[in-house]
């Protein structure tokens, strides 16, 4: 089982501040099959980024997505207030599915 | 646009059979995988497994010798089945699918709303 690490565990910004958070595997993520999801209090999570770097269908340009093998970042460029919420990264590529276990970005 | 809602008691006895459902609409239910997710109180994400049209499974191994997840095409409906449950399923159950074609093939593209389902006696 792939072992995925998010740091920080928390992140204290300010609205316009640039957003780097990590997510490292215990092995390498086959094909690059990495994803980020954002979830809010009381929601379901969401699909942000998808094969490390592919912002899915309607997902803002300020979120951005890096890394290859064990290695991977989302950024978000200029924090907006309705980006404050939990990242979890998840790791597609091998059985089981395995997410990270997330990061909250609060407001500063 | 597909959507996925879940259903079933919210209230599960230890030792019981916790039995959910997911409806849905909007999408051929043949297209896609359709997974079962779940989420205990504050904290993370744990994926517990999938099935395919054609019935094929695929169970997180940490759960695989109590769940079975099933499909009734002619209710467009998935269901989740989890046997000897203690407090430790205790959790928000999300329905999710992901589609094998695409740029986000195989991730988790849309998503239910999710149901808390508690185990008490």
């Known amino acids: 089982e792939i072992v995925l690490t998010q740091s920080p565990g928390t992140l204290s910004l300010s609205p316009g501040e640039r957003a780097t958070l990590s997510c490292r595997a215990s092995?390498?993520?086959?094909?690059?099959?990495l994803a980020w999801y954002q979830q809010k209090p009381g929601q379901a999570p969401r699909l942000l980024i998808c094969?490390?770097?592919n912002r899915a269908t309607g997902i803002p340009d300020r979120f951005s997505g890096s890394g290859s093998g064990t290695d991977f970042t989302l950024t978000i460029s200029r924090l907006e207030p309705e980006d404050f919420a939990v990242y979890y990264c998840?790791?597609?590529?091998?059985?089981?599915?395995?997410f990270g276990q997330g990061t909250k970005v609060e407001i500063k | 646009q597909v959507q996925l809602q879940e259903s079933g008691p919210g209230l599960v006895k230890p030792s019981e059979t916790l039995s959910l459902t997911c409806t849905v609409s909007?999408?051929?239910?043949?297209?896609?995988?359709w997974n079962w997710i779940r989420q205990p109180p504050g904290k993370g994400l744990e994926w517990i497994g999938y099935?395919?049209?054609?019935?094929?499974?695929n169970y997180n191994p940490s759960l695989k010798s109590r769940v079975t997840i099933s499909l009734d095409t002619s209710k467009n409906q998935i269901s989740l089945k989890l046997s000897s449950v203690t407090a430790a399923d205790t959790a928000v159950y999300y329905c999710?699918?992901?589609?094998?074609?695409?740029?986000?093939?195989?991730?988790?593209?849309?998503w239910g709303q999710g149901t808390l389902v508690t185990v008490s006696s």
């Open positions: 999710a699918s992901f589609y094998t074609g695409g740029v986000c093939h195989r991730a988790f593209d849309y």
């Open positions: 909007g999408g051929s239910i043949g297209t896609y995988y």
């Open positions: 099935i395919y049209d054609s019935g094929s499974t």
């Open positions: 092995q390498s993520v086959s094909s690059s099959y």
């Open positions: 094969g490390a770097s």
């Open positions: 998840q790791q597609y590529g091998s059985s089981p599915r395995t």
